[in-house]
């Protein structure tokens, strides 16, 4: 079975920062995708960022220049570094992890961006 833990989230005024982390356990296969998603009330998940096990990344226009995705291989731990943050980046942000047709999802963790 595969767990995902998501931290890191919180309040933060608008122009910060945060860094949000996702830990995996588990039987993990060693080729695969991780992605940070959110969601606000209402609508749909949108995904936010993607890094593949050989570290290509890939970014929603939102927040591209903004936000970096990065991963530690060896602790099966993904993070998503999220500067000059607006109050629109307010969501509850979900890590998921997949290879093939399995995909496994997170809690999430809430993010306010807020003054």
């Known amino acids: 079975q595969v767990q995902l833990v998501e931290s890191g989230g919180g309040l933060v005024q608008p122009g910060g920062s945060l860094r949000l982390s996702c830990a995996a356990s588990?039987?993990?296969?060693?080729?695969?995708?991780m992605v940070w998603y959110r969601q606000t009330p209402g609508k749909q998940r949108e995904l936010v960022a993607t890094i593949t096990s050989a570290g290509s990344t890939n970014y929603a226009d939102s927040v591209k220049g903004r936000f970096t995705i990065s991963r530690e291989n060896a602790k099966n731990t993904v993070y998503l570094q999220m500067n000059s943050l607006k109050p629109e980046d307010t969501a509850v942000y979900y890590c998921?992890?997949?290879?093939?047709?399995?995909?496994?999802w997170g809690r999430g963790t809430q993010v306010t961006v807020s003054s």
């Open positions: 998921n992890l997949r290879w093939g047709p399995r995909a496994y």
């Open positions: 588990g039987n993990i296969f060693s080729i695969n995708v």
